[in-house]
């Protein structure tokens, strides 16, 4: 007998033998009812109505028998008469317990019938591979409960349907506050913005630190009027809340991001205020008024932030001193900043990698590349301080600096080896997979003369996307200007006028250089216009490349005073 033709009788047999349970003990054979079989080509994948108890505990249980052969796509239903009544017993018990129990017995020996063609379905059905068998138990078993663990350690139970429990929710300010920090370190502002919504929408008040937290991206990025805004708003909820008064970290933030946008007069205000509302600033509020101090002002106004410093009883840490170092170091004070070097082991400030590195950067600067490489030795080898990506570049610089053109494609032949095995990378002093290695052999390129090169490297790195930085679009103009293409460098200066990325004065000079060497006096003067117009100060080097560029051009012009550098 073929496998279509067990499958048949076996569902004959088992329609039978549910029929025989079904029906009631009879006196005569005349007061039974018949089995009815319906015809195979007139029932053939018919749903029909299901077997049901009255027995109230058994509401919910239905059964309706329906036999599938996943071999041959052919249904075969039995039928019975949905009216049968349940055999009687002779024993004596109430009414509503006889029928309780009369339809318990009845549900159970249908049950078990179910539970046998079920158990025995192998033996009526061809071998499954693996496969298969896997895929119909995942079938029949996946409304299944398993156990598995929970987020707080302990286990839950879920279907197969759903291994993962649902996400929760914070259910503190302090997990929202993390979550936030998180979003703004990501750069996604906004998403730290609709989390402090959601919280706020929770009935979860927002404290200071998740205020200060809005208020510092924004100022990061220099977007003073939404940083602002968030501050009004923070002082505002400050009447509801006394716990939200800002502090020293949120006017620390507000101070650097003036700082940021060169609105000393604003940072000052900004610091006044804090003082008028006894509020003491901080080492860290120092340092980010010396650093900005040393970047965008003199070394004169640093000095005096230190003097404060020191007048309201703080004592710099290492990051106070390697500020100070490197704005001396980069006024051509090496003996200054020796000298704080010495002051800060007198007060037992310990040497990180900060200060070593910076130690190293400006006598880099100071092409002093013999000694920057005795420095690295006696900090990072001798010492054995852990090195940073800054240290790296540094020493790449003082080691290609004065090679030749051969040893200098040697090296980035190097670098393009070691990304593209991660353990090179790894093992390696001089490189890391980021935009400064690339700055770094286009500039020692360009010093050569390579212009190839420089923009090879620049491809290389677009192809990896590494975003460039304003140096490498300033070495990048550069290249253009000894050309000169001063096109390609009023291009590149447009482009990062339109990325709202801060120039400078070095920026502007290039393009009046690239006019320059192109003999063009009137671009090279409407250029300097546009400079002083945006508000940026020329220095030495902007004057001298205007005088050399009257005198390549040729024309009569006035005496171009000195920069009041």
């Not at 496969?131 to 299944?144: E, G, I, L, P, V």
């Not at 008028?276 to 120092?286: E, L, N, Q, S």
């Not at 053109?405 to 997979?433: C, G, H, T, W």
């Not at 001063?486 to 009046?512: F, G, S």
């Amino acid at each position: 007998m073929s496998t279509r033709h067990r499958c048949l009788s076996h569902s004959i047999i088992y329609g039978v033998l549910r029929a025989i349970l079904a029906r009631p003990i009879a006196a005569s054979p005349l007061q039974a009812r018949p089995l009815r079989i319906a015809p195979l080509h007139t029932q053939h994948r018919q749903a029909l109505p299901p077997w049901s108890s009255s027995c109230p505990r058994h509401k919910c249980h239905s059964f309706q028998p329906k036999y599938t052969n996943h071999h041959s796509h052919r249904n075969v239903t039995i039928t019975a008469v949905p009216d049968l009544q349940p055999p009687t017993k002779s024993c004596s018990l109430d009414p509503q317990e006889k029928e309780d129990q009369d339809a318990r017995g009845w549900t159970d020996a249908l049950d078990y019938i179910d539970s046998s063609y079920k158990d025995d379905r192998d033996l009526h059905l061809p071998p499954l591979s693996k496969a298969q068998r896997r895929k119909w138990n995942y079938r029949f078993n996946r409304d299944h409960e398993v156990k598995r663990p929970g987020p707080n350690g302990q286990d839950i139970w879920v279907t197969g349907w759903k291994m993962k429990s649902k996400k929760q929710k914070p259910a503190t300010c302090a997990e929202y506050n993390y979550l936030i920090s998180q979003a703004v370190v990501q750069n996604q502002i906004n998403k730290g913005i609709k989390l402090l919504r959601q919280m706020e929408n929770s009935k979860i008040k927002p404290d200071k630190i998740s205020y200060t937290i809005i208020i510092n991206a924004f100022c990061k990025v220099a977007d003073m009027d939404k940083a602002i805004k968030w501050f009004k708003r923070m002082i505002k909820e400050k009447k509801v809340n006394p716990d939200l008064a800002p502090d020293v970290y949120t006017y620390t933030s507000l101070i650097d991001g003036h700082m940021r946008c060169a609105d000393i007069k604003q940072a000052q205000y900004t610091f006044g205020k804090m003082i008028r509302h006894h509020i003491r600033p901080t080492t860290v509020t120092y340092n980010t008024l010396i650093y900005h101090s040393m970047r965008r002002l003199n070394l004169t106004t640093a000095v005096d932030f230190w003097g404060q410093l020191l007048k309201h009883g703080l004592e710099p840490d290492v990051y106070t001193y390697a500020i100070m170092m490197h704005g001396l170091g980069t006024d051509g004070s090496l003996d200054g900043a020796w000298k704080l070097y010495d002051m800060m082991h007198e007060r037992g400030v310990d040497v990180n990698t900060v200060v070593a590195t910076t130690l190293m950067g400006i006598h880099m600067k100071q092409h002093d590349n013999d000694y920057t490489i005795k420095l690295f030795r006696q900090f990072f080898e001798d010492a054995r301080l852990e090195m940073s990506s800054h240290t790296r570049n540094v020493l790449l610089n003082a080691i290609i600096h004065n090679v030749d053109i051969e040893s200098l494609r040697s090296y980035y032949n190097q670098f393009v080896v070691a990304l593209k095995d991660p353990k090179i990378m790894e093992k390696s002093l001089l490189f890391d997979p980021n935009v400064y290695t690339f700055t770094t052999f286009m500039r020692a390129f360009l010093r050569k003369d390579q212009l190839a090169m420089v923009s090879k490297i620049y491809q290389d790195m677009t192809k990896r996307h590494v975003k460039p930085t304003i140096v490498t679009y300033s070495i990048l103009m550069l290249a253009h200007a000894y050309i000169p293409d001063p096109d390609a460098c009023v291009k590149i200066l447009d482009e990062l006028k339109r990325h709202r990325i801060e120039l400078n004065v070095v920026h502007y000079t290039i393009v009046m250089r690239a006019w320059g060497k192109a003999k063009k006096w009137d671009k090279v003067k409407e250029t300097y216009e546009t400079m002083i117009a945006d508000g940026i100060e020329p220095n030495a080097m902007t004057m001298s490349v205007l005088r050399w560029s009257k005198k390549v051009a040729g024309v009569n012009y006035p005496d171009i005073p000195d920069a009041n550098v």
